[in-house]
T-cell receptor, first 115, second 112 residues
Framework: QKEVEQDPGPLSVPEGAIVSLNCTYSNSAFQYFMWYRQYSRKGPELLMYTYSSGNKEDGRFTAQVDKSSKYISLFIRDSQPSDSATYLC???????????????FGQGTILTVHP | EPEVTQTPSHQVTQMGQEVILRCVPISNHLYFYWYRQILGQKVEFLVSFYNNEISEKSEIFDDQFSVERPDGSNFTLKIRSTKLEDSAMYFCASNQGAAGYTFGSGTRLTVV
């Protein structure tokens, strides 16, 4: 079983739509999760970082963790064409919370927001 | 804002040739990484480096690959004898804490 799985899309929405991006993970011991955004031919950039269950909001972005289902989500409200990118969920180095080490990325969901 | 710098942005090389990809991590970071992304596939971990030695490597990182921190600022990835399947985007990253991972813009390696 893969550590983290993500629907690669692609996802195409009109400007202003609410976007929902999702990942599932297999190891219930993980305590925090990350969402990265990657523009074409650029490196991933950290978008949001969430710890434990519940919601975290940052402007138009909301990250949600459902540990009982091992499901993480990223919602984008009032989506803009500039949000068009690949969105990657990522697991931290290990379930114990060490801050150093490899990240494990999902496949990435390609999002296009058209005007 | 501090950034991770990678050079070159694009490298074309012939199969069997050696290539060196270069990175300048963020100056006060202590952990350095190389990741690879084959076109259309996920970002994959290659190797992590701390205190002048490899701390972890993936199964992708075989004897053809090596990393080095030749001075206080540069961090390099060498591929000794490139294969067609090494064609990918290579990203360098550094971090200080889980929220502090910073990736470079990548080097696109094309092996012909």
């Amino acid at each position: 079983q893969k550590e983290v799985e993500q629907d690669p899309g692609p996802l195409s929405v009109p400007e202003g739509a609410i976007v929902s991006l999702n990942c599932t993970y297999s190891n219930s011991a993980f305590q925090y999760f990350m969402w990265y955004r990657q523009y074409s031919r650029k490196g991933p950039e950290l978008l949001m970082y969430t710890y434990s269950s519940g919601n975290k909001e940052d402007g138009r972005f909301t990250a949600q963790v459902d540990k009982s289902s091992k499901y993480i989500s990223l919602f984008i409200r009032d989506s803009q064409p500039s949000d068009s990118a690949t969105y990657l969920c990522a697991l931290p180095p290990n379930a114990g919370g060490t801050s150093y080490g490899k990240l494990t990325f999902g496949q990435g969901t390609i999002l296009t927001v058209h005007p | 804002e501090p950034e991770v710098t990678q050079t070159p942005s694009h490298q074309v090389t012939q199969m069997g040739q050696e290539v060196i990809l270069r990175c300048v991590p963020i100056s006060n970071h202590l952990y350095f990484y190389w990741y690879r992304q084959i076109l259309g596939q996920k970002v994959e971990f290659l190797v992590s480096f701390y205190n002048n030695e490899i701390s972890e490597k993936s199964e992708i990182f075989d004897d053809q690959f090596s990393v080095e921190r030749p001075d206080g600022s540069n961090f390099t990835l060498k591929i000794r004898s490139t294969k067609l399947e090494d064609s990918a985007m290579y990203f360098c990253a550094s971090n200080q804490g889980a929220a502090g991972y910073t990736f470079g813009s990548g080097t696109r390696l094309t092996v012909v």
